[in-house]
């Protein structure tokens, strides 16, 4: 059992702790918002290898993971980054160059897959993607999936509904849990013991959270549990789930966190230069990642004036006007 | 780069000056009856929700498979899941929640889905995953997001194509998500609840599907362009004979589009 004075860890011993090579990880946030990536670049420092990532929408967290070559296997709904990529391109690159194994599922079947490891049942039903290869096609053969215990050895299955004629529903896909070993989310606060609270948009971060074997939250505040219990119905998770709390302000940088700082828009164009060549793309990993100790210093090379002009507007919670061309 | 399609100089209803992505835009939004729950993913799609809700269905609400309802839009989002969106909802919530609106017997009904993909079949079946073989493709896309979801389960959906022979295709290279699936009885086959697409929204034409085959037909075509060309452009044969040249957008539209929409230029 966890006990509470532990829980509060700096990022890169957190990740040391919990994130080990070929565990099965899944990240928060979606696309250019809220992923935890100052925990990912401390994974990628840390040289973790042929993990098993689980995701629904992480654009620019699980691009970067699968571009450092930590990642062998890949479940996931949409690998795109908005308008910066409409495909994330290290992930589009490795897929052609056949570097990683890709399982597809849609957005809502992966968030029943972290719904259903959440409230520990090995499955949940949808109608969602019958009659698509979503079904028929599988990216994990049965070979690849009897290998790992951690995995089903069916993608899905699909099946009669057994309550007959009940909800006109004749036909089911059945969508198997998912329980990572570790899910890593960022946040808005926390306090020491873990309460969490997202403000803005909670994606599937709060499901993500609740399947997993062990959780880490870092946060852009880290505030008193008197603070917390004064508003608790903002607050989404609860402190016993978390096994570790990081403080790591701009910890969702490059992407954005509301009501704190907006995506940086020029860093995700530069990053579409530099991840569709293999040459530059080496350079950065040095440069930004391996060359840094730590999240501050990579903070550092962003530069003071960069996250000035990204800071979120106290009003509307986003950069307004901010150069987003 | 902007392209010019037609100066419509001279005509009462006062035409604009006009891109073929404006006119798109347009054509799409003009399809959203008012009161409808839009949903819309990044890009052209979320350009054309917002021109509807400021044209033709201002009692329209807009939601993001991300959560947000009903959000103010003061600026327009990158992403679904951009900050921008959740400034000023109704509501703001999370995936499982905004997959349920589509589906429940109250307001899945109500919902139009906006999508976008990379291959087209003659029953409006999607593939926004990869072309060539699945295993080895040659050319690997995001994947479904929520698409397959959208166009599992609502009545009403748009979908914007650029018409290439490329895309418009025999058999889709993946089967992302279902449109008519083989036709006639093919999604109740299937178990699939809700209807396949409405509309197919192109850089040249309105397609629509037949009531009875559910077969793509060319339903209206932009001015400038003929039915031939149109043709020219598909692997596979439509029927043209009930097709009619678009009425162009207003001046109106144009501006509404240019000012309230995208003012920054960031989409259209």
Not at chain 1, 31 to 58: C, D, F, W
Not at chain 1, 155 to 171: C, Q, R, S, Y
Not at chain 2, 215 to 220: A, H, P, T, V
Not at chain 2, 224 to 231: A, E, R, Y
Request: with cysteine.
């Amino acid at each position: 059992m966890t006990i509470r004075s532990e829980k509060l860890m700096d990022l890169s011993s957190a990740i040391a702790a919990f994130v080990t090579d070929r565990c099965h990880l899944s990240i928060g946030g979606f696309t250019v918002n809220r992923n935890p990536m100052g925990a990912v670049y401390e994974i990628i420092r840390q040289g973790r290898k042929k993990m098993h990532l689980y995701a629904h929408s992480n654009g620019q967290g699980v691009d970067e993971l699968v571009g450092a070559g930590c990642i062998e296997k890949l479940e996931i709904a949409y690998a795109g980054n908005g308008r910066f990529a409409p495909t994330c391109i290290r992930f589009k690159q490795a897929v052609q160059n056949g570097t990683i194994l890709v399982e597809d599922y849609s957005n809502y079947q992966m968030n029943l897959r972290f719904q259903a490891g959440a409230m520990g049942v090995p499955f949940l039903p949808t109608r969602s993607s019958l009659g698509t290869d979503i079904i028929n096609k599988w990216g994990f053969s049965r070979e690849v999936r009897e290998q790992d215990p951690r995995i089903p050895d069916e993608k899905l299955v699909v099946g009669k509904n057994p309550f007959p004629g009940w909800a006109d529903t004749e036909n089911l896909v059945f969508v198997p849990a998912i329980n990572p070993d570790v899910t890593i989310i960022h946040v808005q606060q926390a306090d020491e013991l873990g309460t969490a609270r997202i403000q803005g948009l909670t994606m599937a971060d709060v499901e993500q959270a609740k399947a997993a074997k062990h959780l880490i939250v870092t946060c852009e505040e880290l505030v008193t549990t008197h603070e917390m219990k004064l508003h608790p119905d903002s607050n989404q998770i609860p402190h016993f789930c978390v096994d570790a709390v990081v403080h790591l302000p701009w910890g969702a940088y490059p992407t954005a966190c509301y009501n704190f700082y907006d995506y940086d828009p020029f860093f995700l164009n530069d990053y579409k230069k530099i991840a569709s060549d293999d040459n530059l793309y080496q350079k950065y990993l040095d440069d930004y990642i391996y060359g840094t100790k730590n999240h501050q210093e990579r903070l550092d090379v962003a530069g003071d004036l960069r996250l000035q002009t990204i800071k979120a507007d106290p009003r509307t919670g986003y950069a307004i006007n901010l150069d987003r061309k | 780069m902007q392209l010019i399609l037609t100066e419509n100089k001279g005509r009462e209803t006062a035409m604009a000056d006009y891109t073929l992505r404006e006119l798109m835009t347009i054509a799409a939004a003009r399809e959203i009856p008012d009161g409808a729950i839009i949903f819309c993913g990044t890009g052209i799609s979320m350009v054309a929700a917002m021109a509807a809700k400021h044209i033709n269905a201002p009692n329209s609400t807009i939601f993001f498979e991300t959560g947000a309802i009903d959000s103010l839009l003061e600026e327009l989002p990158l992403a679904v899941a951009d900050p921008r969106v959740m400034y000023y909802t109704a509501v703001n919530g999370a995936l499982n929640d905004a997959f349920c609106y589509m589906q429940n017997r109250k307001t899945g009904k109500q919902v139009v889905g906006i999508m976008g993909a990379a291959q087209i079949d003659c029953y409006g079946n999607l593939n926004s995953t990869v072309i060539g073989d699945y295993h080895q493709p040659k050319v690997r896309f995001s994947g479904s997001g929520g698409a397959s979801d959208v166009a599992s389960f609502v009545d009403h959906s748009l979908i914007f194509m650029q018409h290439e022979k490329r895309k418009f295709v025999n058999k889709v290279d993946y089967l992302t998500s279902p449109g008519w699936l083989d036709g006639a009885g093919g999604r109740e086959r299937a178990g699939l609840t809700g209807q396949g697409p409405s509309k197919v929204i192109t850089n040249m034409a309105i397609m629509g599907f037949d009531k009875i085959t559910k077969r793509m037909f060319l339903e209206s075509y932009y001015p400038g362009i003929t039915p031939d060309q149109i043709l020219e452009n598909m692997a596979f044969d439509v029927d043209i004979s009930q097709a009619k040249e678009l009425l162009p957008p207003t001046s109106e539209e144009i501006k509404i589009l240019r000012e309230k929409c995208d003012p920054q230029g960031l989409i259209i």
